[in-house]
Structure formats: structure tokens, C-alpha cells
């Protein structure tokens, strides 16, 4: 498809790193010719140094053939201008960022009337992550196919789990649930396992299954699977903002610090039920005053990088909570994870993910049948949702028959609303939505999880 | 420094090299001469080394500019030495150095010879020299990256080192898509002139020899006289198509697909390229009419003269060694002048002359106003200051090297004139100079250590001369 991307910020640059390595035609645009200059040298696109507002820069990126146009500048407004003017100029889907909470109020108004296929709000999209974590804090991440029927859920193996020494098939005899291991990361090193592989504690493992079951898996390993109570939020910007009003509505007691008197008096007369604590929570005392020690979750969301992976590091020594971590520039990945801060939140991954979910829907209407498209284990790993819409060569041949690709797994089969556990002797049908996990990246088709 | 990518992708070069082998194979076998083995030989050579060094893909593909210039400069280097052999195994060039002479002057579309009698070579080495042009005129990697799979967005370090001009844009947003357009434009246009020249009742060997010279700007004839023997048709025809090729091949793009096709007359670069060929042409015209006669035979072989030396092909119908002083001194200015960027072309290119033009235009307004800002601007676009900056940094590299030939050169003890001329016809990529090595003389005059140095102005003006540069630079070669 031909994408054209205004505004090569992380989020942009995050995009167009994933939607190039997707093979799509891009074109992207930034007032800045520093950044286009990264942005050609890293990956195969087009740059247009100018402001991608204007008709005639538009029209320079290719705007006229264009399949979708993507807005993620620093400017609400500007992000707005130019999805209308693409719009009008090339009649193509428009994609914009709009982050101001005033608007946030509004969006499906502004969606409706200016026409624009996706607004995505960074700061809101990453709130919804968190409180989804919060919900079920014995996973580090969930991800939801299927509409919901089932679910993707990466978690670490506890020092002394039951699973610890325990092969697959062993697990699957002993528990009786149908639930699959589909990726274990171990050492830095992702492995799609088979039957024999024998789990170790401190591996970060993903399984699928629907809800009932994995509820059941976890009670079975005796893992605490309830919603926390309480959390604890430091830093009040605008993704404490909307997660404490979402774990308010859910009863879950707030309490959020934040060094600005100013904002914490804004957050007070915003969120009436939760405790707001003028303090620094960079000061040790300031958190074991505040109980820290008693918190059932974390969540760290200053401005700060660093203060975040500190504060959380803390958390962790003088509490059992959930912690919940977010980064916004870093990217030492690797270094990161090694000092397992729960679950690290990329506000910019989270809002890339969602528009590069949103492109591959489209482009399934075109040509690929990819649904859903999930990245879990630092983005090693992708999780993937088809819908066999026809009769091609994968349908009503036993998956045993099937000569599959190296690190590739078939999880999950859905047919009309039941969901299936595949093995050997299951046949894929027309009308099933099946779900792959692979180390292989890129897959457009169904047809492409065969060796060639 | 990755060195396996370097090792991965001169192997492919080498696999594309027999493949274009293959063809000089096919003439021999079909003129029956012998020569034709000696490229079978050197084409499975290739094929085997190709081979062996592509066997094992790296396991990081990834690599950055320094890579990028490393990788072309070498893959220059090693397709000429292969290239080279065939001319050695037929004895037609017992001597490598002769031999890597006129190979690398058929790569980089120079056209420059060491051979006093062309006409005695075989068909299939003819082939091969003349083919050598239509590989080197576009480029052998960015025909590699119009037919390899590579991925990733590193592979425009390889493109930019590869294409000549300033700065290297993209016609669409993928290099791979980008480089196939460029050949496919290349590809058409040469069989377009084939067709005009069978048309012109040319024979179809001299035809494609003389089309792929044409097209790569080369310039290697397969007759003593070069085209001056032909019919005033075939020159006329050549005359139109040098200077076709000497045209941005962007210009071409917007011509055929693009929406706004009226933006190619606002193209600033060949409107002056246009400018500059017929004001030359015309000049020089009636500076040589006492010489022809007529007016008309006297444009004629202006127009053939001025387009073969901006063009930097360096195809000849006369020798302008004897025309008068103004018309040599004009011929010599513009080898230096060359053709636009993103042609096929040599020289400074006539994008780079109109920035500088521009940047002394402006340092003369800062004199006048200490105060005034002003920024160059070219096709109504500002000019980043760094495009400026690496413009001018050219220049002066370029005059260095100049001066460091030169200096080599005067070793040997010819005359000025040729020393001079023939370091501009190298550097430049053109072929042909003044006196010595004129339209009538050649380049065996040279010892072998001059050779040596022009073999490497030669590299440096067709790889526009920073990747052959930093063969030299000792930190390129670490290992990070």
C-alpha cells in the first residue's frame, strides 16, 4: 500500500520502521531535514522535507495515489489540517494523533464530521494497556483475539513455580487445561516450543487460551489472579490522568504524586475520588510515608525515564506490588528488561501498534488477510489472527500434513464462536479465523505459513 | 565494518559480471573466432568466485554509508580486473596494466584508449569493450539492487555512491523500484537507438557497439576513425541521443509517469545543460566554417563534437585537435562542465557548476551586504547547506587530485597540452584529448605508472571520487 507519514517523531519513526519492513510504498514528511535524513538512511522510503499541511507538499509525497495518509506530528490541530486536506486532495484514509484531553471529549464528533477513519490518542491508548495489566497482574501484557474469546497473556515463571522442570506435555497431563505454551523467551533467545520443551523458572513464556481456561490454568499453578485493589501512581500527566479515572470506574483505590502543586490541584478537582499527594517521589520518604510498602500496584509515569526504571526498581525491593513502568525514549531495550521491572509500557509502541493494526486491517480488504496482528516478547514474536475466506491450499488437510515453516505454531482455530485447540488430526475450514505465532515476520497470507 | 556484506556482494557483482560475459561468448560464437573462449574461461572464473563468495549469506545484513562507498569502490575494482582477462588470455592486450586500462575505461564510460589499431581486435572483444560501457553508464549495483532481493532501507548507501550528482533522490519511495525505472528507461532508450541506427542502414554489430557507447556516455568506437567513416545520418542520430543521455534521467520519469509534465521545462539543471550545448554548438560553428566551407557541415560537426565531449562520451567524426584555438579552448572547458546529474554521464556535472556558480554569486552579495541573508535555491527549492558544503568540498578534492596527476604526469615529459588534456578526459570521463592523446592519437604514449594514475582518475571520476578515496583512508578499515 502507498502510506504517507507527516511528522517523524518517535511514533513516526516507530511506524515507518515497521510499516517499511512490511513492504509498503512510504513517503514521509517532516519540517525537519535532519530527521528525514535518518529516516532515508535507516529505511526504504521517500523522504519530502516541508510541512505536511500544505497541498503542494502533499502532493510532492504522492498524495493523489496514496491508500492512507498518517498524521502524528506534535500539533493536535496540525495533525487535524493536514488528515482534511489529504482528504480533499488525494480522497485517501486519514490516520491522526490527537492528544489533548479537551478533545478527547469530542473525538467521536470530530472523527464523524471531518471524516477520518482512526484517531488515536496516544496517552489514552497507553492507560488502557495499564489498566488492562492491572486487572490481571500475574501477566506482564494481554492481548485479546478473536473479539475477546481469546486471549494472549506473557508471563514470568515465579522462583518455585509448579511449572518449574516441567516439560509441555507434562503440564498439559498434570493440569488437564487446555491452554498452549506458544513462545518462551529464555536468556535473551525466543523459542516457538514443542512438546518436549522443559520450562525453567525465570522464563517469560506466552500462552494462549479463552479467558475461563487461562483463569483456571493460573489457579491450578496457584497464582493469584485478582484484580488488584489499590495502586499507586507517580507522576500526574495526562496518562495518570485517564488510568486512575479507568481504575477508579473499575474500584480500584488511586492514589497518584505529583510534585506540582498546580496539577495536583487540577487532578483533585478532575478526579474527586482519588487521593492526590503533593510530594516528591523522588524523595524515599515521601513513598514509604504514602505506604508504598502496602500498595497492591505501581505504576511509574514521570516525564522522566530514568526516575521511572528508579522508582520502580524501589518499588520492587520494598513492596510485592505489581509494577508497571513507563518509558518514552530509551531505547536499550535489552539492558531494561534485565532488571525485570514488570511490565514496561512504550507509550510509542503502543501507539504505532495500533495504527499498524489499523493499516493491516486495510489492507485486508485489499489483499492480505491478516486481522489482528499482536507483537509480544519485545516484538520478537508475532501473534497473528487470519480469517480463511476461501478455499486455498491450507483448508480440510489434517495440520499434521501440513509442511509447516520452522518456528511456527497454529495456537488456536475459532469456528463461529467455539474455540479449538488444534492437534494433529484438526483440518482448517472456510469461515475459520486461526491464530499463528511465529518468529517468521511479515506474513501477508494464510498460504504463508507453508515452506515454500 | 561488516566485511561478510562486502564479501556477499561483490560475489553477486561477480555472478552479474559472467552473466554479461555470457554475451561476448555468444559473438565469438557466432563470428567463429577463437577470442571467444577466452571469455568462456574468464566467465566461469567469475561464476565459480561468484559462487563460492555468495555461498555463505552474512549473518547481519545490515550496513551504513562507509559500506556502501567501500562495497562500489571494490566492486569497481574487482569487475574491471576480471573484465580485464579476456583481452590478456586473447593476446589481442598482452600487457594487465594495457588491459586494466581499457577495461576500467570501458566501465567507467571513459573511452579512452591505449590501442593505436582498433580495427584489428576481434568481434567479441569489440563487443565486450562497447558492452563494458552500457554496464558502467547506469551502474552494475544499482542493476543489482533493481534484480537482488535485498531488503532494508541500508541498500541507498549503495545508490548514493553509485549515482553521480549532489544528492541522490528517489524517484518512488522503494530503491529497488527506483533502480528498476532507471534501467528500464536506460534499457528502452538504447533499444530505441538501435533501431534508429538499423534505420540509418548501419550494420546491426555496429549499431549496438556504437548504441551502447552512446548510452553509457562511453565512447569507444570500433573503427580508427570512430564515427567519422559513418553516413551524416548515423551522426546526426548519434549527435541526438549523446545529448539524450546526457539528460537527467528524473527529467524522463516525470516525462512518462509523472502528473506535471510541464515540470520538466522548470527542470533548472537542463535548461542550462540545453543553454550551454547550444551556445558552445554555435559558437564553435562559425569559428569552423572556414575549415568545412558550408555553414551547415560546419554546425554539424560542431553539434557531433560539442555533444560527444559535455556529454563526456568522447565519440569523434573529426579531429578538433586541428580546429582553431577558441573552439579547442571551448571543448576543453566543457569536458569539465560534463553532463547532468543523474545521467550517465561524467564530468563536474552541470548541476554541481550551477551551485557554485550561485555560491560565488552569493559570497559577492555578502561583500555588498555584510548583513544579508540569502539561501541558494535551485528549481525554486532552498539548497541545504549541506549539499552546498560537499559541493564545494568536491571541487576542491576535485582540483586536488587534478594537481597530483598532473604532477605524476610530468614525469613522463610530455607536453603540457597532453598532460593536461588527458587528465581532464580521464577524470572526467570523456576519452578523448588534445594533441597527444587527440581524436587521432591514444593513450599508449603513457608509461606504466602514468597509466596507473590516470586508471585512478578514471575510477574517481566515474565513483565521483570519495568512495575510491576512502579505499585509502586506514579508519574505514577498522573493524568498528
Given amino acids: ?130 489498566s488492562r495489566i492491572l486487572r490481571f497482574p500475574t501477566a506482564i501484557k494481554i492481548d485479546t483475539f478473536a473479539k475477546g474469546k481469546v486471549e494472549l497473556l506473557e508471563f514470568i515463571i515465579a522462583e518455585g513455580s509448579l511449572l518449574h522442570n516441567c516439560s509441555l506435555i507434562d503440564v498439559a497431563k498434570q493440569l488437564k487445561t487446555d491452554v498452549l505454551v506458544c513462545a518462551v523467551e529464555r536468556n535473551e533467545e525466543v523459542i516457538i516450543p514443542n512438546g518436549s520443551f522443559v520450562l525453567h523458572q525465570g522464563d517469560v513464556i506466552s500462552i494462549v487460551a479463552p479467558p475461563r481456561n487461562s483463569r483456571m490454568f493460573f489457579k491450578k499453578i496457584g497464582v493469584d489472579t485478582h484484580q488488584v485493589k489499590n495502586a499507586m501512581i507517580v507522576g500526574g ?33 478532575l478526579l474527586p475520588k482519588a487521593v492526590i499527594i503533593h510530594g516528591d517521589a523522588t524523595n524515599e520518604d515521601v513513598l514509604m510515608e504514602e505506604g508504598i510498602t502496602h500498595c497492591e500496584a505501581f505504576v511509574s509515569l514521570t516525564g522522566i525515564d530514568e526516575g521511572n526504571i528508579f522508582l520502580s526498581l524501589f518499588a520492587r525491593n520494598q513492596s510485592k506490588a505489581k509494577i508497571v513502568t513507563k518509558i518514552n525514549r530509551i531505547s536499550f531495550d535489552d539492558i531494561i528488561n534485565t532488571f525485570n521491572l514488570g511490565s514496561l509500557i512504550y507509550p510509542k509502541y503502543i501507539t504505532a501498534e495500533y495504527i499498524v493494526r489499523y493499516v493491516r486491517a486495510m489492507q485486508n480488504s485489499i489483499g492480505s488477510n491478516v486481522e489482528t496482528l499482536y507483537r509480544i516478547i519485545d516484538n520478537k514474536v508475532e501473534a497473528l489472527e487470519f480469517v480463511i475466506r476461501e478455499n486455498n491450499g491450507i483448508v480440510g488437510i489434517p495440520l499434521e500434513k501440513l509442511n509447516l515453516k520452522n518456528n511456527l505454531l497454529i495456537a488456536c482455530i475459532n469456528r463461529r464462536g467455539s474455540i479449538i485447540a488444534p492437534n494433529g488430526q484438526t483440518e482448517i475450514k472456510v469461515g475459520d479465523t486461526v491464530i499463528i505465532v511465529t518468529t517468521q515476520k511479515g506474513l501477508q497470507d494464510i498460504k504463508d505459513i507453508l515452506k515454500e | 565494518m561488516n566485511y561478510s556484506i562486502i564479501r556477499y556482494i561483490l560475489g553477486w557483482v561477480l555472478l552479474f559480471e559472467s552473466g554479461f560475459m555470457a554475451m561476448p561468448c555468444v559473438v565469438g560464437a557466432i563470428y567463429q573466432e577463437k577470442s571467444g573462449f577466452s571469455f568462456l574461461i574468464t566467465a566461469l572464473a567469475c561464476l565459480v568466485v561468484g559462487f563460492l563468495l555468495t555461498r555463505w549469506k552474512p549473518k547481519n545484513m ?153 548510452a553509457g556516455t562511453g565512447g569507444f568506437g570500433i573503427k580508427n576513425s570512430s564515427i567519422g567513416d559513418y553516413s551524416v545520418a548515423i551522426q546526426v542520430i548519434v549527435t541526438v541521443f549523446m545529448i539524450l543521455f546526457g539528460v537527467n534521467f528524473n527529467a524522463y520519469y516525470i516525462l512518462l509517469l509523472g502528473k506535471n509534465k510541464k515540470n520538466v521545462f522548470k527542470m533548472e539543471e537542463v535548461r542550462w545543460y540545453l543553454g550551454i550545448i547550444l551556445v558552445c554548438i554555435l559558437i564553435i560553428a562559425f569559428n569552423i566554417k572556414s575549415i568545412f566551407g558550408s555553414f551547415g557541415v560546419a554546425f554539424q560537426q560542431s553539434s557531433f563534437q560539442v555533444a560527444s565531449i559535455i556529454t563526456t562520451t568522447g565519440f569523434s567524426t573529426a579531429d578538433f585537435d586541428v580546429w582553431p584555438q577558441l573552439s579547442r579552448t571551448i571543448l576543453v572547458v566543457i569536458m569539465f562542465i560534463g553532463a547532468c546529474a543523474g545521467s550517465t554521464g561524467g564530468g563536474i556535472k552541470v548541476s554541481r557548476v550551477i551551485i557554485l556558480l550561485k555560491t560565488v554569486k552569493q559570497e559577492m552579495g555578502y561583500f555588498i551586504h555584510p548583513r544579508s541573508v540569502k539561501v541558494i535555491k535551485m528549481d525554486d527549492k532552498a539548497i541545504e547547506k549541506d549539499t552546498v558544503r560537499s559541493v564545494s568540498a568536491f571541487m576542491v578534492t576535485y582540483v586536488i587530485i587534478f594537481g597530483f596527476s598532473m604532477f605524476i604526469l610530468a614525469f613522463d615529459n610530455l607536453d603540457m597540452v597532453t598532460n593536461f588534456t588527458s587528465i581532464a578526459a580521464t577524470l572526467n570521463n570523456i576519452g578523448p584529448g588534445l594533441e597527444l592523446v587527440g581524436p587521432t592519437g591514444n593513450f599508449s604514449v603513457f608509461s606504466p605508472l602514468a597509466k596507473c594514475v590516470l586508471i585512478f582518475d578514471m575510477l574517481a571520476g566515474r565513483l565521483e571520487l570519495y568512495p575510491l578515496l576512502l579505499l585509502f583512508t586506514p579508519s574505514v578499515w577498522k573493524k568498528n
Avoid at chain 2, 164 to 178: A, E, I, N
Fill in chain 1, 1 to 130: 500500500m502507498k502510506i504517507i507519514i507527516v511528522g517523524c517523531g518517535k511514533v513516526g519513526m516507530t511506524i515507518t520502521e515497521q510499516l517499511s519492513n512490511e513492504g509498503h510504498d512510504l513517503a514521509v514528511i517532516d519540517l525537519n531535514n535532519g530527521v528525514i535524513h535518518d529516516a532515508t538512511n535507516n529505511f526504504d522510503v521517500m523522504g519530502v522535507v516541508g510541512n505536511g499541511a500544505s497541498y503542494n507538499v502533499q502532493m510532492e509525497a504522492g498524495i493523489e495515489e496514496a491508500d492512507v495518509l498518517i498524521a502524528v506530528t506534535a500539533s493536535d490541530e496540525l495533525n487535524l489540517l493536514c488528515c482534511l486536506i489529504a482528504k480533499k486532495a488525494g480522497n485517501c484514509n486519514t490516520i491522526a494523533r490527537v492528544r489533548n484531553p479537551m478533545y478527547n471529549k469530542e473525538i467521536n464528533f470530530i472523527k464523524e464530521e471531518l471524516g477520518l477513519s482512526m484517531i488515536i490518542n496516544p496517552e489514552y491508548a497507553a492507560a488502557t494497556e495499564i
Fill in chain 1, 237 to 269: 500527566g495526562t496518562i495518570a490522568y485517564y488510568l486512575a479515572a479507568s481504575l477508579l470506574n473499575m474500584g480500584i483505590d488511586v492514589k497518584i504524586v505529583e510534585k506540582n502543586q498546580e496539577r495536583c490541584e487540577q487532578l483533585s478537582e
Fill in chain 2, 62 to 214: 545490515v550496513y551504513f554509508a562507509r559500506e556502501g562507498f567501500v562495497i562500489v569502490a571494490l566492486s569497481w575494482i574487482v569487475m574491471s580486473a576480471f573484465g580485464a582477462v579476456p583481452f590478456v588470455l586473447t593476446g589481442e592486450i598482452p600487457n594487465f596494466v594495457d588491459a586494466m586500462f581499457e577495461t576500467i575505461s570501458g566501465f567507467t564510460t571513459t573511452g579512452a584508449s591505449i590501442l593505436t589499431d582498433v580495427e584489428a581486435l576481434s568481434h567479441a572483444s569489440l563487443f565486450w569493450r562497447s558492452f563494458t560501457h552500457w554496464i558502467g553508464g547506469m551502474g552494475v549495483l544499482v542493476f543489482l539492487l533493481a534484480v537482488l532481493p535485498l531488503t532494508g532501507g541500508y541498500n541507498m548507501h549503495l545508490m548514493k555512491a553509485e549515482s553521480p550528482g549532489p544528492s541522490v533522490g528517489k524517484l518512488v519511495p522503494k530503491v529497488r523500484d527506483t533502480a528498476k525505472i532507471l534501467y528500464i528507461i536506460y534499457f528502452v532508450m538504447t533499444i530505441i537507438e538501435i533501431i534508429f541506427l538499423l534505420f540509418a542502414k548501419m550494420p546491426l554489430f555496429d549499431a549496438l557497439t556504437t548504441s551502447f557507447g552512446t
